[in-house]
């Protein structure tokens, strides 16, 4: 057993010839030299300024300080194998937090699929799941409030608070009514909807999945505004309207309507990532959660849309 520093380590020798009765048969017990021991406790006795030991011709009797500290030690030494024990499991996968974040897509089947493997493999490990925008996740991991998050299209500059690992790159579809013409389509050109009426989760839709083609000059009509993915998929099949839909969210799509891929010269993928910390230590579950997404993302890619 190697020689331990630090006041746990004193206590734990001031614990052993308590419980031996003498330096040498505590020496033998934890592996020191004699002498080592006997310095431990000088050193522990010289920072408490009380003599902890009486020493007899033959071993040792606690003093009265010794007889006031033992209980202390006792906890001292309880709390310290308790804080080992949770570091160790922290190490094995077997115990500890993981906080995570995604984007709300991103939990139709990205995350479901990670969070299946990785609890299957470490179920020790509670996870604590949040939702939120890519911005505000990116923001919260590079403070350090969640360990690992899943993010979509990152801005500029994002790499320097976060490190970002390629998770898929995430095709755009159409959710179409059964009937509607395009219905039966491979893919579709957004030139081909230039008359639909839109179904958006902004009034503007350069803040939508819509924004890069605003900007190369398609004028969609926004004609409801729906936040939710779910009440999108209800208007689209009552016939009020299109609605553009990532391909995460598509997999999920209520069978009421049709999902027909977009071209991508009119709407190119978008990147999905996991965003961890860049400058803070996470939990070592980090690393196993990673290689949990990218097992789901390959499947999701194998995935042909319905």
Partial sequence: ???QHGPHGLYEVFLSVADAGSFT???DALGYTQSAVSRRVQVLEGELGSALFDRLPRGVALSPA????LPHARAIAERDAAAR??????RRLDGGLLRTGSFATADAALVPGALAAFRERH???HVARSEGFTPDLLARAAAGEVDIAVVSSPPEGAAERCELHPLL?????????RGHRLAGRKSVRLAELAGEEWIAGAESPEA???????RAGFRP?????????????????????????????AASARPDIAVVPVDAADLPPRPVFAAVPAERTGPPAVGAFLEALRGAAARIARTPAR
């Fill in 221 to 249: 009509r926004v004609a409801h505004v729906v936040r939710e993915w779910i009440g999108k998929q209800g208007f689209v099949a009552a016939g009020l309207g299109v609605t553009l839909l990532p391909a995460l969210a």
């Fill in 169 to 177: 790159e995430e095709p755009v579809h159409v959710a179409l009514a």
């Fill in 85 to 90: 024990a949770e570091l160790d499991a922290l």
């Fill in 1 to 3: 057993m190697t020689e």
């Fill in 208 to 214: 939508t999945l819509l924004a890069p083609a605003v």
């Fill in 123 to 125: 179920p020790g490990v």
């Fill in 66 to 69: 010794g007889r006031a500290l």
């Fill in 25 to 27: 048969a505590a020496a």
